[in-house]
């Protein structure tokens, strides 16, 4: 048997662009949902409820599981998404948009590691060492055919 | 828009103990998720002829694998945003068309 491997696939820079579009319209934002967080995947999109609040600039996810707190993130122009108050060793969100007749919209983003200097009052849950490897794992090293 | 072939093929691997010859040949462009990729098989690499196969596709997330049941024997696969951060795998065999 042969395997034969394609990717890790990324999300075309065209379609970056069009994600800052959409999160400039309100009326779309809605069909927005959260495909990774903290490393883990989502598979399903139902460890989340979709956005509970969106202001303009700030949009704000609840999560189902209780044990974890609600995030934002803020819209800054076109730099894209910057998670403010999140959860501890926030990282690696992917969001999937979904367009206006409930189909993909090759829309995602995937985010870049917030700053230092951002406050986190999370106590440490226990999921770290989990999520490094999770990290790991996903690690690919293309190779020549 | 040129295609960088060199570049695409960085993101693509093959292992396996096969017999047969394998082809990918892609359209858009790898790796991104606007990508379509049809695989090919055939008996050498002189690709004189080609021998059909059976072909399961599978999304690989977190290192699982998550079959794509809906593409089973469906030698092109076309990437969507649900593809991004993951790696997409066929596993391919050669199949007998005397059943």
């Given at each position: 048997?042969?395997?034969?491997?394609?990717?890790?696939?990324?999300?075309?820079?065209?379609?970056?662009?069009?994600?800052?579009?959409?999160?400039?319209?309100?009326?779309?934002?809605?069909?927005?949902?959260?495909?990774?967080?903290?490393?883990?995947?989502?598979?399903?999109?139902?460890?989340?409820?979709?956005?509970?609040?969106?202001?303009?600039?700030?949009?704000?996810?609840?999560?189902?599981?209780?044990?974890?707190?609600?995030?934002?993130?803020?819209?800054?122009?076109?730099?894209?998404?910057?998670?403010?108050?999140?959860?501890?060793?926030?990282?690696?969100?992917?969001?999937?948009?979904?367009?206006?007749?409930?189909?993909?919209?090759?829309?995602?983003?995937?985010?870049?590691?917030?700053?230092?200097?951002?406050?986190?009052?999370?106590?440490?849950?226990?999921?770290?060492?989990?999520?490094?490897?999770?990290?790991?794992?996903?690690?690919?090293?293309?190779?020549?055919? | 828009?040129?295609?960088?072939?060199?570049?695409?093929?960085?993101?693509?691997?093959?292992?396996?103990?096969?017999?047969?010859?394998?082809?990918?040949?892609?359209?858009?462009?790898?790796?991104?998720?606007?990508?379509t990729v049809v695989v090919y098989a055939f008996e050498n690499v002189d690709k004189a002829i080609p021998i059909q196969i059976r072909i399961k596709w599978f999304r690989v997330v977190g290192g699982?694998?998550?079959?794509?049941?809906?593409?089973?024997?469906?030698?092109?696969?076309?990437?969507?945003?649900?593809?991004?951060?993951?790696?997409?795998?066929?596993?391919?065999?050669?199949?007998?068309?005397?059943?």
């Amino acid at each position: 048997m042969a395997t034969i491997s394609f990717g890790p696939i990324l999300m075309h820079p065209e379609a970056k662009k069009e994600v800052h579009h959409l999160l400039l319209n309100s009326a779309e934002i809605c069909n927005f949902r959260l495909l990774k967080y903290n490393g883990i995947y989502i598979d399903d999109g139902k460890s989340f409820e979709n956005i509970i609040k969106f202001n303009g600039e700030k949009i704000t996810f609840k999560f189902e599981d209780p044990k974890r707190e609600d995030f934002s993130i803020d819209i800054k122009g076109t730099e894209g998404l910057q998670v403010k108050h999140s959860v501890k060793n926030d990282r690696d969100l992917t969001i999937l948009f979904l367009d206006g007749y409930q189909q993909y919209n090759e829309c995602a983003y995937q985010q870049e590691k917030p700053s230092l200097g951002e406050d986190n009052h999370q106590e440490d849950d226990g999921e770290e060492e989990a999520i490094s490897f999770l990290d790991e794992s996903q690690k690919m090293t293309p190779q020549l055919i | 828009m040129s295609i960088d072939l060199q570049n695409q093929t960085r993101y693509m691997s093959l292992t396996g103990d096969h017999t047969f010859y394998i082809e990918a040949a892609i359209k858009g462009g790898l790796p991104y998720q606007n990508s379509t990729v049809v695989v090919y098989a055939f008996e050498n690499v002189d690709k004189a002829i080609p021998i059909q196969i059976r072909i399961k596709w599978f999304r690989v997330v977190g290192g699982r694998n998550y079959e794509i049941s809906e593409c089973e024997d469906n030698n092109t696969f076309i990437f969507s945003a649900a593809d991004i951060g993951s790696t997409v795998r066929a596993a391919i065999k050669a199949k007998d068309i005397r059943g």
